[in-house]
């Protein structure tokens, strides 16, 4: 089991900055890729950036050049740093963790990032 618990979402306005994190506990294999999705009310839950373990990462095109996933593996927490933030950028993002078997697949609680305009 894998244990995710995120932070730093809420209430900024259009061109502003917000930045998330999520630190994994249990049991955390050796190779893994943690990531960063959203929903929004209406739609589907999207893929918003991935980084594995070894540092590849894998962004959404409606992100790329604006947000920025990084890690720090010592203590398995992954970050996403979200600037020029839009209306549009408006959801409920979900921290997740996939590990090296199909059963590895976690989610966290989810948190909230509202963008004014």
């Known amino acids: 089991q894998v244990q995710l618990v995120e932070s730093g979402g809420g209430l900024v306005q259009a061109g502003g900055s917000l930045r998330l994190s999520c630190a994994a506990s249990?049991?955390?294999?050796?190779?893994?890729?943690m990531g960063w999705y959203r929903q929004a009310p209406g739609n589907q839950r999207e893929l918003v950036a991935t980084?594995?373990?070894?540092?590849?990462?894998n962004y959404a095109g409606s992100v790329k050049g604006r947000f920025t996933i990084s890690r720090d593996n010592a203590d398995n927490t992954v970050y996403l740093q979200m600037n020029s933030l839009k209306p549009e950028d408006t959801a409920v993002y979900y921290c997740n963790y996939k590990g090296e078997f199909l059963r590895d697949d976690y989610w966290g609680q989810g948190t909230q990032v509202t963008v004014s305009s």
């Open positions: 249990g049991s955390i294999g050796s190779f893994n890729v």
């Open positions: 980084i594995s373990n070894g540092g590849r990462t």
